[in-house]
């Protein structure tokens, strides 16, 4: 198929890198002509442009830019492309977003595949970055069959693992999953950080583990994707800090009270109820 992807940074890059792979011819759009000639050179893209107009030939469109431009994005694109293109994005975030980005393009499917790394950028691209990981469609009633069928068939071609569901309940479910995570982990690092006594704050440091390394991962990550989160997922993730807080504050009773059947039974209840999030 011929392919266009908008945004050639970690996503947009590692979703050309699979799809040449696989055989399809794949025109690139990013804001700089440095990351246009990096595309090329990295192999993400066959055809690179800073310029919308030139996705004109192509069958499919990822929208892979920051969510913030995906709106201004495809109602530029909607002024350039054949009714027949199908657009998808790749947005972290849906709720309204897709029932906006379908009033601009009726040809339109959300989309969201749940891979990623700390990096950004088309240096930070990867070969089978989607490989056996969820990719969420989220067609609303209005959307078109043909353009979910397609989406769903390239989401299966980089060999991840199809869903679909609402906007809004995705909505809900990565903010308990993967947006309440960097904010609980962001804290950890917060209160660490806030150790007054200079021995123990070098000692803890010089301590840290894969513990630390495991929790403080998420929290840890580009500044820019958790603020990203905060902004666009804001009700969900809200309901979710505040449910945590409730959380925090029943540990604190159990330890403060010395409760310990109590903290046994929560952390009995953790140790079995976390292998259903952790699907092979
Ligand atoms: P990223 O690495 O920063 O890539 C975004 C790219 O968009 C940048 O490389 C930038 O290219 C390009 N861009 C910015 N403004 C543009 C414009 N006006 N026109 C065309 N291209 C433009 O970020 P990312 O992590 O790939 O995230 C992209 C999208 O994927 C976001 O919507 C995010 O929600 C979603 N997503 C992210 C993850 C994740 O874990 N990171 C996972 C799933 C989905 P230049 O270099 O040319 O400036």
């Given at each position: 198929?011929?392919?266009?992807?908008?945004?050639?940074?970690?996503?947009?890059?590692?979703?050309?890198?699979?799809?040449?792979?696989?055989?399809?011819?794949?025109?690139?759009?990013?804001?700089?002509?440095?990351?246009?000639?990096?595309?090329?050179?990295?192999?993400?893209?066959?055809?690179?442009?800073?310029?919308?107009?030139?996705?004109?030939?192509?069958?499919?469109?990822?929208?892979?830019?920051?969510?913030?431009?995906?709106?201004?994005?495809?109602?530029?694109?909607?002024?350039?492309?054949?009714?027949?293109?199908?657009?998808?994005?790749?947005?972290?975030?849906?709720?309204?977003?897709?029932?906006?980005?379908?009033?601009?393009?009726?040809?339109?499917?959300?989309?969201?595949?749940?891979?990623?790394?700390?990096?950004?950028?088309?240096?930070?691209?990867?070969?089978?970055?989607?490989?056996?990981?969820?990719?969420?469609?989220?067609?609303?009633?209005?959307?078109?069959?043909?353009?979910?069928?397609?989406?769903?068939?390239?989401?299966?071609?980089?060999?991840?693992?199809?869903?679909?569901?609402?906007?809004?309940?995705?909505?809900?479910?990565?903010?308990?999953?993967?947006?309440?995570?960097?904010?609980?982990?962001?804290?950890?690092?917060?209160?660490?950080?806030?150790?007054?006594?200079?021995?123990?704050?070098?000692?803890?440091?010089?301590?840290?583990?894969?513990?630390?390394?495991?929790?403080?991962?998420?929290?840890?990550?580009?500044?820019?994707?958790?603020?990203?989160?905060?902004?666009?997922?804001?009700?969900?993730?809200?309901?979710?800090?505040?449910?945590?807080?409730?959380?925090?504050?029943?540990?604190?009773?159990?330890?403060?009270?010395?409760?310990?059947?109590?903290?046994?039974?929560t952390l009995e209840k953790t140790a079995a109820g976390r292998s259903?999030?952790?699907?092979?």
């Open positions: 198929m011929k392919i266009g992807i908008v945004g050639l940074g970690l996503i947009g890059g590692s979703i050309g890198l699979d799809l040449r792979a696989l055989g399809h011819e794949v025109w690139g759009v990013s804001a700089r002509a440095s990351t246009c000639d990096r595309a090329i050179v990295r192999g993400a893209v066959d055809h690179a442009s800073q310029d919308l107009g030139s996705l004109q030939p192509v069958e499919v469109v990822f929208v892979c830019t920051p969510i913030a431009l995906m709106e201004p994005t495809v109602a530029n694109l909607a002024a350039q492309l054949d009714e027949a293109t199908i657009i998808t994005d790749v947005a972290s975030v849906k709720g309204d977003l897709v029932a906006r980005l379908t009033q601009l393009w009726p040809n339109f499917v959300g989309g969201h595949p749940m891979a990623g790394t700390a990096e950004n950028g088309i240096e930070a691209a990867l070969s089978d970055l989607f490989v056996n990981n969820p990719y969420v469609l989220t067609p609303i009633a209005t959307t078109v069959p043909r353009a979910i069928e397609t989406i769903a068939q390239l989401a299966t071609d980089l060999r991840a693992k199809l869903l679909y569901c609402d906007p809004h309940h995705h909505d809900r479910a990565v903010a308990l999953i993967s947006h309440l995570p960097v904010m609980v982990s962001a804290s950890l690092i917060t209160t660490c950080l806030g150790e007054q006594n200079p021995a123990i704050l070098e000692l803890a440091q010089n301590l840290a583990s894969s513990g630390f390394r495991d929790t403080s991962r998420v929290g840890g990550g580009n500044p820019e994707l958790g603020l990203m989160m905060a902004q666009h997922n804001q009700a969900a993730l809200l309901r979710g800090l505040q449910t945590y807080r409730g959380e925090i504050d029943r540990l604190i009773q159990q330890v403060e009270t010395a409760d310990w059947t109590g903290l046994q039974t259903p999030f952790l699907k092979p």
